[in-house]
């Protein structure tokens, strides 16, 4: 399999269809990614180019379960202006998610729902879209059902998050009605629910997908890659590692006994996977 996949594979857990898509790429340093792992290891996982950077997907979601059209999250979208794209070797894909949802033969109409583990710009700057130089929900119809937590740091970020989120291209949700505040462990709709986490940021928040038994589980930036599933492999853009260490250590169990698939925002290769777990040391490969 390709080192950087391209493909939207659907997955299905139960009767819940998830769908993968590809909003682009993005290339941070490796060392910032891998956290305190040292670059003899991180990179023979993923290789770095000329600047130390390591080239990752985003890879929003369509989910459909038997009663309802969800999106989970949504890409850069048009929140990072192109003069950054340089620096973050930012390579978008396409128009807009709307555009990427009707290709999978979806109404972006017909979208109810909309969740984001968290709403860093390069999983929320596709909430929104520009339109004639102006932002507007990029599903019209739909509830974005978001952390409070998260909201209020991302609408009104402090200098400590400041690089982090886009609050102009996140406005409109709420202008126009469309917001659903929620804290901690919620269910979107049934058969998908939130699983807070905090670790990659305060109020940070993994999402389950259940169905006739079988489980599906989004790990959001809490692991962003295949090879990040190692306990100690925490990125240190994680607000707090401890934190990210802690959850891990609470999900990890969960997902061996769901046998979960297992779902991988940034991983350049084949999205989709399972855990395994030799003794102590957990890792996880892709599944077809
Ligand atoms: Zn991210």
């Known amino acids: 399999m390709s080192a950087y996949y391209t493909g939207t594979p659907e997955t299905r857990i139960g009767a819940i269809r998830v769908t993968s898509l590809l909003d682009g790429w993005l290339s941070l340093d490796g060392g910032a990614m891998y956290g305190i792992v040292p670059k003899t290891?991180?990179?023979?996982?993923?290789?770095?180019?000329?600047?130390?950077?390591?080239k990752m997907a985003m890879r929003p979601m369509?989910?459909?379960?038997?009663?309802?059209?969800?999106?989970?999250?949504?890409?850069?979208?048009?929140?990072?202006?192109?003069?950054?794209?340089?620096?973050?070797?930012?390579?978008?894909?396409?128009?807009?998610?709307d555009e990427q949802v009707r290709a999978q033969g979806v109404d972006p109409a017909d979208v109810e729902f909309v969740a984001c583990t968290h709403l860093h710009w390069d999983h929320s700057g596709g909430l929104c879209k520009?339109?004639?130089?102006?932002?507007?929900?990029?599903?019209?119809?739909?509830?974005?059902v978001l952390q409070r937590g998260e909201w209020e740091i991302a609408i009104n970020p402090s200098n400590l998050?400041?690089?982090?989120?886009?609050p102009e291209s996140l406005k409109p949700i709420s202008e126009r009605g469309q917001l659903k505040l929620i804290e901690g462990n919620?269910?979107?709709?049934?058969?998908?629910r939130y699983d807070f986490t905090a670790g990659h940021t305060e109020n940070h928040a993994v999402i389950w997908f259940e169905s006739n038994g079988e489980s599906g589980v989004f790990f959001g930036d809490l692991v962003p890659t295949i090879s990040h599933v190692p306990m100690a492999w925490i990125s240190a853009y994680d607000i707090n590692a401890g934190a990210s260490y802690h959850a891990r250590e609470g999900l990890y169990p969960n997902v061996m006994a769901a046998n979960a698939r297992c779902f991988f925002y940034h991983e350049p290769g084949y999205p989709v996977g399972r855990m395994l777990r030799d003794k102590s040391k957990y890792r996880a490969e892709a599944v077809g």
């Open 41 to 54: 290891l991180w990179e023979k996982a993923l290789p770095a180019d000329q600047n130390n950077r390591v």
């Open 186 to 192: 919620a269910q979107v709709v049934p058969g998908i």
């Open 130 to 144: 520009l339109v004639d130089g102006k932002y507007l929900p990029t599903f019209p119809n739909a509830t974005y």
């Open 62 to 97: 369509l989910v459909r379960t038997p009663q309802h059209v969800v999106v989970v999250e949504s890409g850069i979208g048009h929140a990072v202006p192109t003069d950054l794209h340089e620096r973050y070797g930012i390579e978008r894909i396409g128009p807009a998610l």
């Open 161 to 166: 998050h400041k690089a982090s989120y886009t």
